[in-house]
């Protein structure tokens, strides 16, 4: 959010009260700060608003206090169990082959099919199917809400009259209140335990039951009950230290869910993170799932030894080719790799790290008899724990496979012809794969500097430590504790060389996307590509971000979109269609209890979790909508919150509230969320399209307010360089970064954010006082 010159004067008359307690609460902070503290009140109520975030949704301020229920009376333990155990219900969810892979418990919040349980208890992208306690049984129809950070879902099934568990204030729950909880603890069915509240604890945020009583696996997602039956929470997490330590989520996250739900059908609920059935075949069970770009595969496949494979289905060349993909396992006494000459079936070579050494080994059936190892070697260039790219050239007579461009295994063998190639894993290994390729020639992973950046990087590294041979501490040791300490001074060295590496790695990284945001934006308006910039925003802080990959899946949901469409749907249908296909069929939503997490502005990830903020999630919603011919579609930058604008044909124009799932608003409530924000009335102005330039830096001003709650030093710095490389003239960032930079200790970076103030001389801001500041540094 903008900082300094959007606090009107309304709000500077609301603060001015409130200045004076401030300056003495924090007046360690204004100590520090150069400039001195008669600064103009209302520059001084600008610096109070940035540290109390003026402008926070109306949905996020803390609601006012409810007055306390009366209390009713205890129901007997046995009774409570007998009618809390006729609304608990088993949840089991499923593989793709239909095999029960997971159970939990759950609890009826409503009597029209609502039931409550974790997030994690149902996956993601499985069958779900729910159990009462009588041996009834539903297939869930809809994931009606849910909550990644609040661990909640809501389920609906297609039934009616169920007995609900009543829901009470999870906020009088206090220590030592005696509860009681109901679950499926190791596969138990409807167990029933006692005991009491023993602390309210903080995890990220979010102030959570601690309980005296076990929690099992099964036992998640089940109630937590007082002893009138009312709901308080719902069991989340058991300690790994005690078996009689557990924690609830509080029943109050519960109730703004069920307001304000995000549904989404049980056939698309399936579909997230499914691999792309044009691309990709599994074969022998195991769970492999995909991201846009990235491949994830857990559980042990249904093969001898865990074995599961994952076929591309490309076209392969024929001999010589190459095919290679980088991949990183959790457990490097697993295996996970690449295959190639596979029949579609039970034979195909492998090439795979196991154990942390290289194998290569020819599958020639369904068991261990039938495979041979072809090869197996120990390799420096293999980094255990990381990422490391396999490649495999098969050639007509020989195949070489290398690790991270070093070959280290090549073999002769004929014994399997030219088949499909993909990935394998075995055991129960849980790997990561990424930037998988095919083709005859493929590029190095690691290219080489030359010139000058080659000479920079070795005086960097030159006095890197050489391996060191495995009699060395023999010959250490009779130095005893000089020789430690020698050591302990050298490890410390290279420690700081490893972060100056790591410094210098994010600074080319973030100038590399300046250089590349600089070019999209370069140009008229129409021509800028908007979803490709806000792409960069994310690559900013995510590295291996592939943006090709979401590229294709924007288009491949327009294509899916389009296939809905009649070739001559008007643009009211479009627009209908539009709002359903993004906020019901894949549930789409605002983020509700997690609005200030970056990740709501990074729109691959957005793109991922379904959720994010309202500028990310209108640029989602115009970008598909061009992609379909609604070329209408517009940004509007009302304060505090961003909107969509329908302009076509000649009717109305429409404001599109997405972050409410695509709400019609009147130009009335549009009036009042300026009101709110602002404190002044709503112009014309407010209404007034945003420019595609704009956008981007209004996204990158949400990076900026969210990392400094979090981030100090050069680091706090990299979204306001990016906002002034592309507004280089707005005085007010200047004038932030100026106070970052001194805050980090670059008095010089200070200095030449001020001396442009002081040539530019813009409006609104005391020069007289900047001049002082600039003439102490």
């Not at 129809?141 to 007995?163: C, F, G, Q, S, Y």
């Not at 195991?286 to 042990?300: D, F, H, M, N």
């Not at 009302?638 to 695509?662: C, R, S, W």
Request: aromatic share 6%.
């Amino acid at each position: 959010m903008r900082m300094i010159g959007l606090v009107s004067r309304r709000q500077c008359d609301k603060l001015r009260s409130v200045f004076a307690s401030f300056q003495a609460r924090f007046s360690g902070l204004f100590a520090v700060l150069p400039w001195p503290r008669t600064l103009p009140i209302y520059w001084q109520v600008a610096l109070l608003a940035v540290v109390l975030q003026i402008g926070a949704p109306a949905a996020e301020r803390t609601p006012a206090k409810k007055p306390r229920p009366k209390a009713e009376p205890e129901i007997s333990v046995e009774a409570l169990a007998r009618k809390a155990k006729q609304s608990v219900v088993v949840i089991s969810h499923f593989d793709r082959d239909g095999k029960e892979d997971g159970v939990g418990a759950g609890f009826v919040v409503a009597s029209n099919g609502l039931i409550a349980t974790s997030l994690h208890v149902i996956g993601e992208g499985r069958p779900i199917k729910v159990q009462f306690a009588d041996g009834t049984q539903h297939d869930v129809i809809e994931v009606h809400a849910w909550d990644r950070k609040l661990d909640l879902a809501l389920l609906r099934i297609a039934a009616t009259n169920l007995p609900a568990l009543p829901l009470g204030d999870s906020d009088t729950l206090k220590q030592g209140t005696a509860i009681v909880a109901m679950g499926n603890p190791l596969g138990l069915k409807h167990s029933f335990v006692q005991g009491v509240v023993s602390a309210r604890r903080d995890f990220d945020g979010i102030e959570m039951i601690q309980l005296a009583i076990p929690i099992e696996p099964g036992n998640s997602g089940g109630p937590l009950l007082d002893m009138q039956g009312r709901v308080h929470g719902w069991l989340t997490m058991k300690s790994a230290m005690t078996p009689n330590l557990g924690f609830a989520m509080p029943g109050n996250e519960l109730k703004p869910l069920l307001a304000r739900p995000n549904p989404i059908r049980i056939d698309r609920w399936v579909r997230i993170g499914a691999l792309n059935t044009n691309d990709w075949l599994s074969l022998f069970g195991a769970r492999w799932t995909q991201k846009s770009g990235r491949i994830q595969v857990e559980s042990p496949g249904a093969g001898f030894g865990g074995r599961s494979l994952c076929l591309s289905q490309r076209s392969v060349p024929h001999a010589p080719y190459e095919v290679a993909v980088t991949v990183r396992l959790d457990d490097e006494s697993g295996a996970a790799g690449l295959v190639f000459g596979s029949d579609g079936y039970e034979k195909h070579y492998g090439f795979y790290p196991s154990a942390g050494q290289m194998r290569l080994t020819r599958f020639n059936g369904p068991t261990v008899l039938s495979w041979t190892i072809l090869e197996q070697v120990p390799t420096a260039h293999y980094r255990r724990g990381d990422w490391n790219t396999l490649k495999v050239r098969r050639e007509k007579e020989k195949i070489l496979c290398y690790v991270n461009d070093h070959l280290v295994i090549e073999s002769s063998d004929a014994g399997l012809p030219d088949g499909k190639v993909g990935l394998a894993k075995f055991r129960d290994t849980a790997a990561g794969f990424k930037a998988f390729q095919i083709g005859t020639n493929l590029p190095s992973v690691a290219p080489q500097l030359s010139g000058e950046a080659a000479t920079l990087l070795s005086n960097v590294v030159s006095n890197a430590a050489s391996p060191v041979a495995d009699d060395a501490v023999v010959l250490l040791e009779p130095q005893g504790i000089v020789a430690q300490k020698v050591l302990a001074e050298r490890a410390a060295q290279l420690e700081q060389q490893a972060a100056e590496l790591r410094r210098l790695s994010g600074a080319v990284r973030r100038q590399t996307v300046q250089r590349q945001l600089l070019e999209v934006l370069r140009g008229p308006e129409e021509r800028i590509d908007l979803f490709h910039a806000a792409l960069l925003i994310s690559k900013l802080d995510n590295p291996e971000l592939d943006i090709d990959a979401y590229r294709r899946q924007l288009d491949d949901m327009a294509t899916e979109l389009r296939g809905k469409l009649k070739s001559k749907a008007d643009h009211n249908t479009r627009l209908a269609a539009l709002q359903e296909y993004l906020f019901v069929e894949n549930g789409f939503h605002g983020s509700r209890s997690d609005y200030y997490n970056r990740a709501n502005s990074y729109l691959n990830e957005v793109l991922d979790e379904r959720e994010g903020l309202p500028i990310t999630l209108a640029i989602l919603f115009i970008e598909l909508g061009h992609r379909i011919g609604l070329k209408e579609l517009e940004g509007i930058p009302l304060p505090g919150h961003f909107m969509v604008k329908y302009a076509g044909g000649n009717e109305t124009d429409q404001l599109i509230d997405v972050f409410h799932e695509g709400k019609i608003i009147t130009r009335e409530e549009a009036d009042e969320i300026v009101q709110d924000f602002t404190g002044a009335p709503a112009t014309e102005a407010h209404l007034k399209p945003a420019k595609k330039r704009d956008i981007i830096v209004r996204m990158l001003h949400n990076l900026h307010s969210a990392a400094q709650r979090t981030e100090t030093g050069p680091e706090a710095l990299r979204y306001l360089d990016l906002i002034l490389a592309i507004s280089p003239d707005s005085a007010m960032d200047h004038l932030d970064r100026a106070r970052l930079r001194l805050q980090s200790g670059d008095r010089n970076g200070a200095r030449t954010d001020f001396k442009w103030l002081l040539d530019n001389d813009p409006p609104g801001i005391d020069m007289e006082k900047v001049s002082e500041v600039f003439r102490s540094l």
